[in-house]
């Protein structure tokens, strides 16, 4: 079975500085990638996903993510950090063209200190 | 376009009482629904999902259930609430072609005194 894993739980990052946010999965194919972000008490937004071609994809926001496959990776970045950032960010992951369910990380809290 | 309604935002019910959480889906048709849990600091954990009206797949034995009494209609239901129901409840919707991610709601945060 397909699994996700965001290595960090927490991240603090001063606003304006860059930002990545690591997720790794374990698949023996390409899967299908996304990132979503939450905010307390909200529901969780869609940020990007990746399919196929560009490995490297923008998303809402100013976010991008790079999918490399030779390291099974689909890391999260932001050159510029805002205050409206701090929120819990979740990498997922489908697999096969019809996947009926995703799996999920468990998350990254990005805090984001003035 | 789609929208996902989810109701109710916050709820309290004592332990013992029955659950019923709400979600319903429109401008689409067929497609697959999603119940999620989110327990603090425990990520997310998928309940059930539906891909069709009357097709149910639990993923997690335990005291909720679920039905899809029509094509886009998602309920998620319980006989009698244990303390351990506590938490904040995901309903997401999934288009069946290919590239959909999911659409989430805005969540019920459901606490069982």
């Known amino acids: 079975a397909q699994s996700v894993t965001q290595p960090d739980i927490h991240i603090t990052v001063s606003e304006g500085a860059s930002l990545e946010l690591r997720c790794n999965y374990s698949y023996g194919a390409t899967p299908y990638l996304f990132w979503y972000v939450q905010s307390p008490g909200q529901g969780l937004q869609l940020l990007l996903k990746?399919?196929?071609?560009?490995?490297l994809v923008q998303g809402i926001k100013g976010f991008e993510a790079e999918f490399k496959r030779s390291q099974s990776s689909f890391n999260l970045r932001k050159p510029s950090v805002h205050w409206s950032d701090a929120a819990e960010y979740f990498c997922?992951?489908?697999?096969?063209?019809?996947?009926?369910?995703?799996?999920f990380g468990k998350g990254t809290m990005l805090l984001v200190s003035p | 376009s789609q929208t996902i309604h989810q109701w109710p935002a916050t709820l309290v019910q004592p332990v013992g009482s029955p659950l019923s959480l709400e979600c319903t889906v429109e401008g689409t048709s067929n497609p697959n629904l999603y119940w999620y849990r989110q327990a603090a600091g425990r990520g997310l954990q998928l309940l059930f999902y539906s891909v069709g009206i009357g097709q149910i797949s639990s993923e997690v034995p335990q005291n909720l259930s679920a039905s899809r009494p029509q094509d886009r209609q998602f309920i998620l239901s319980s006989k009698k609430l244990l303390l351990s129901d506590s938490g904040f409840y995901l309903c997401?919707?999934?288009?069946?072609?290919?590239?959909?991610?999911?659409?989430f709601g805005s969540g019920t945060r459901l606490t069982v005194v």
């Open positions: 997922a992951v489908g697999v096969g063209s019809g996947y009926s369910t995703l799996t």
């Open positions: 990746y399919f196929s071609g560009d490995t």
């Open positions: 997401a919707w999934r288009g069946t072609g290919r590239g959909y991610g999911y659409t």
